[in-house]
């Protein structure tokens, strides 16, 4: 009871933190203790909260019909790189952010395709509220989910909402009404009998973005190491005295960890 207490206090902090800084993994370690991390550097790490939260519109925003040609030629141009048919980009944009440039989410997801700020730096997204430089990597990001999952359309969509590894968990859809809601909206605005075409042999891998998205492409940076982070063991002594220490306490002890950068 201690240890399962003191892990889902753990895991609340973390919840209220992941909020400002990013998703939750947990996973259970040997000893039966729940460990949570928002830098999961290990195995055995699967995400714990996902979804993009709520949408919210910039100041202004009116639902248009007329914006959704506004983009047409982005789409157009990052649909025939990546081979990702046309409507079905235009189906994802109206779902994460109704054509609204310059939308957030309660998480932190920003743009026309609602990127999350580590899915835009991995992608080469510069500036997520450009909204071609936004469109070509969601697009790009929407083209490896379809490889990954084999063209499932559904399986597909719903890593897009939840993540790949959450999808990858459950071995389908996953349980939250949240994702299979936004799978429900995006199939229903393509309307029935759509499928994704597969891509052909000589489809592009990566997009990189050209000087007509963000400018002159910057010096390539210094490969940085990532920060790993420790786990700490906590517990409290016959005298009531608490320690943290990166070595686990004796035999028999009951104890929480915490997982921190330095």
């Not at 992941?18 to 290990?42: I, K």
């Not at 429900?184 to 990566?206: D, I, M, W, Y």
């Not at 920060?227 to 070595?247: I, S």
Request: proline share 7%.
């Amino acid at each position: 009871m201690a240890r399962t207490a003191a892990a889902l206090a753990l895991l609340a902090s973390l919840a209220c933190a992941s909020a400002v800084q990013g998703q939750v993994y947990t996973r259970r370690n040997a000893n039966g203790v729940v460990e949570a991390t928002n830098v999961p550097d290990s195995s055995g790490f699967l995400l714990t909260y996902p979804g993009k939260g709520t949408l919210i519109h910039s100041r202004g925003f009116a639902r248009n019909r007329a914006y959704w040609s506004m983009y047409d030629h982005h789409v157009e141009e990052a649909a025939r790189l990546h081979q990702v048919h046309p409507d079905l980009v235009k189906s994802v944009i109206a779902v994460e952010s109704e054509f609204d440039q310059w939308a957030v989410s309660s998480k932190g997801a920003r743009g026309l395709m609602q990127l999350m700020p580590d899915t835009a730096r991995h992608l080469g997204v510069a500036d997520s509220f450009d909204a071609r430089q936004n469109i070509f990597g969601g697009t790009q990001y929407l083209r490896s989910l379809l490889d990954r999952f084999g063209g499932d359309l559904s399986l597909a969509l719903a890593a897009y909402n939840a993540g790949a590894s959450t999808v990858l968990r459950y071995g389908g859809v996953p349980p939250y009404r949240e994702t299979r809601d936004y799978v429900r909206k995006v199939q229903a605005q393509l309307g029935e009998g759509f499928a994704a075409p597969a891509p052909p042999a000589n489809a592009a891998a990566f997009y990189v973005p050209s000087m007509s998205l963000a400018g002159p492409a910057p010096a390539r940076p210094r490969r940085v190491e990532p920060a790993r982070p420790r786990t700490y063991y906590r517990w409290r002594d016959d005298r009531g005295v608490t320690h943290v220490a990166e070595a686990p306490p004796p035999e028999g002890t009951v104890y929480s960890t915490v997982r921190a950068l330095d």
